[in-house]
C-alpha cells in the first residue's frame, strides 16, 4: 500500500515555473514506477510524465516535451515535476500516481495509487 500526497500547486503567469512535489509513504517506493498526470475541467485525465524505480529512465507527453521535468529522490520517498515555461493550456489538476511494476505506462489504469491531486492555473 502507498499513500501519495501532492504539494507545490498555485497560480503562476505564462512563461513561469512550478515545481511539484509527491510525497509517498512505504519502505518499498523505490520499486515502484511513478507517473504524473493531469485532469482539465470538461476534459478526461490524461498522461504528462512518468519515471522508472531508478529514475534512468523517462517518458513524456508530446505538449510537454522540452517543458517538463520529472525526477525522484528514492532516499525522501518523493517525485518531482518541475514545470517550466507554462502556458494556459497546461492548467489542471495535477496527480501523481503509483504503479508496482517497471513499466513507465501512459494510462490511468497501468497505476494502482493515486493522490488527491494539486491545482495549476496558469494566467494568460
Known amino acids: 500500500q502507498v499513500q501519495l500526497v501532492e504539494s507545490g500547486g498555485g497560480l503562476v503567469q505564462a512563461g513561469g515555473s512550478l515545481r511539484l512535489s509527491c510525497a509517498a509513504s512505504?519502505?518499498?517506493?523505490?520499486?515502484?514506477?511513478m507517473g504524473w498526470f493531469r485532469q482539465a475541467p470538461g476534459k478526461e485525465r490524461e498522461f504528462v510524465a512518468a519515471?522508472?524505480?531508478?529514475?534512468?529512465?523517462?517518458r513524456y507527453a508530446d505538449s510537454v516535451k522540452g517543458r517538463f521535468t520529472i525526477s525522484r529522490d528514492n532516499a525522501k520517498n518523493t517525485v518531482y515535476l518541475q514545470m517550466n515555461s507554462l502556458k494556459p493550456e497546461d492548467t489542471a489538476v495535477y496527480y501523481c500516481?503509483?504503479?508496482?511494476?517497471?513499466?513507465?505506462?501512459?494510462?490511468?489504469?497501468?497505476?494502482?495509487?493515486w493522490g488527491q491531486g494539486t491545482q495549476v492555473t496558469v494566467s494568460s
Open positions: 500516481a503509483a504503479n508496482p511494476a517497471e513499466i513507465l505506462s501512459t494510462i490511468s489504469r497501468g497505476y494502482d495509487y
Open positions: 519515471i522508472s524505480w531508478s529514475g534512468g529512465v523517462t
Open positions: 512505504g519502505r518499498t517506493f523505490s520499486r515502484y514506477s
